[in-house]
């Protein structure tokens, strides 16, 4: 399977903890973003890579939030000092320079108790 | 913040029914995207339109967009049990890093 792939599927944590998530994109595409959703909302966009430059971070990254593409292949979201609040799937998406469409992975689903 | 908003929030329909949902925005945009969203897949595209086009064909979908009212709609024709699922209006803006802003979704439910 040549899709994106995200790694865990589900992380269960207590507050307070930190927790790294990993997002393999498709190998051809330049371009990763993260996303997060919530039960019964769209994706919400949180972070943009062009190869392995950062270019756009939104507003809901807090700096709990970090993330990193070396070398710009993988790339790793960190949430520090997890809270209640930050309970949501994280979605990773892949596309190619050029193309509107991306391509999503299955999501890491966090529970934070 | 979201952009589009998906009406309507939920819909259920028989078998072989058509489904029409509609979606609205708020600023200009360079393309709007639909994608579907189920248990078993995840997110998935289904269809693209650029800003310069106004309806769009692929197998049993139709897509239109009226820049003029910041609207598209999508139309799925003889509907399947497998096409049970959350369907996203998601639009790319100028200047945006090609980020997607979506909206809540429109669960559609398809009766066998």
């Known amino acids: 399977d040549t899709g994106v792939s995200q790694d865990p599927r589900h992380k269960i944590t207590k507050r307070g903890q930190n927790v790294t998530f990993r997002c393999d994109p498709i190998?051809?595409?330049?371009?990763l973003y993260w996303y997060r959703q919530t039960l019964g909302q769209g994706p919400e966009f949180l972070t943009y890579f062009q190869n392995e430059a950062q270019l756009e971070k939104s507003r809901l990254l807090s700096d709990r939030f970090s993330a990193e593409r070396p070398k710009g292949s993988f790339s790793t979201l960190e949430i520090q000092r997890t809270e209640q609040g930050d309970s949501a799937m994280y979605l990773c998406?892949?596309?190619?320079f050029g193309a509107g469409e991306q391509f999503f992975g299955p999501g890491t689903r966090l529970t934070v108790l | 913040s979201q952009q589009g908003e998906e009406d309507p929030q939920a819909l259920s329909i028989q078998e072989g029914e058509n489904a029409t949902m509609n979606c609205s925005y708020k600023?200009?945009?360079?393309?709007l995207q639909w994608y579907r969203q189920n248990s078993g897949r995840g997110l998935v595209h289904l269809i693209l339109i650029r800003s310069n086009e106004r309806e769009k064909h692929s197998g049993r979908l139709r897509v239109t967009l009226d820049t003029s009212k910041k609207s598209s709609s999508l139309l799925i024709t003889a509907s399947r049990a497998a096409d049970t699922a959350s369907y996203f209006c998601?639009?790319?803006?100028?200047?945006?890093?090609?980020?997607?802003?979506f909206g809540k979704g429109t669960l559609l439910t398809v009766n066998p």
């Open positions: 998406a892949s596309s190619s």
């Open positions: 600023t200009s945009i360079n393309n």
């Open positions: 190998s051809e595409h330049n371009r």
């Open positions: 998601a639009t790319e803006s100028g200047g945006s890093n090609y980020k997607l802003t």
